[in-house]
């Protein structure tokens, strides 16, 4: 089946554009990265639910489980990162050298995989053993 694909990827790309350019003028070039991220959420969605009208997938009970756990996670996981990303910004902006910027970045970027990590860990969406399983893979 071709044709579903198909049609979540346009929904996906309608979506990147919509949120990118009614986001640009407010914030910037961060429009980019959101209209992606909204993308992808909205590609995710519609192949999920194309799957399960056709009945080819059914989450198990551990899914139903752990998914509100890792979404959770995940929003806290980018809150901190937005607290982090305010508290770094004298050191993010274009006046300071590039290697301050580059390290400040860098920061925030494994803060926010040690976050995330911690809080899939705390809210039993993930134990250590599955992180490290995964990211292997």
Same mark, same amino acid.
């Given at each position: 089946?071709? &044709?579903?694909?198909?049609?979540?990827?346009?929904?996906?790309?309608?979506?990147?554009?919509?949120?990118?350019?009614?986001?640009?003028?407010?914030?910037? %070039?961060?429009?980019?990265?959101?209209?992606?991220?909204? %993308?992808?959420?909205?590609?995710?969605?519609?192949?999920?639910?194309?799957?399960?009208?056709?009945?080819?997938?059914?989450?198990?009970?551990?899914? &139903?489980?752990?998914?509100?756990?890792?979404?959770?996670? %995940?929003?806290?996981?980018?809150?901190?990162?937005?607290?982090?990303?305010?508290?770094?910004?004298?050191?993010?902006?274009?006046?300071?050298?590039?290697?301050?910027?580059?390290?400040?970045?860098?920061?925030?970027?494994?803060?926010?995989?040690?976050?995330?990590?911690?809080?899939?860990?705390?809210? &039993?969406?993930?134990?250590?053993?599955?992180?490290?399983?995964?990211?292997?893979?």
């Amino acid at each position: 089946d071709m &044709k579903g694909p198909i049609i979540a990827a346009l929904l996906g790309m309608a979506t990147n554009v919509i949120v990118a350019l009614t986001l640009f003028p407010h914030m910037g %070039s961060v429009a980019a990265a959101i209209g992606v991220s909204a %993308s992808a959420v909205v590609n995710a969605l519609a192949l999920y639910v194309m799957l399960l009208r056709r009945g080819l997938f059914r989450p198990g009970k551990l899914a &139903k489980l752990r998914l509100p756990r890792v979404l959770l996670a %995940s929003a806290l996981t980018g809150i901190a990162i937005w607290l982090l990303d305010e508290t770094l910004r004298p050191w993010l902006k274009g006046n300071n050298p590039a290697l301050i910027r580059i390290a400040a970045l860098g920061f925030i970027c494994c803060a926010g995989v040690v976050i995330q990590v911690m809080l899939a860990h705390v809210f &039993k969406a993930a134990d250590f053993s599955q992180i490290r399983a995964g990211m292997r893979r």
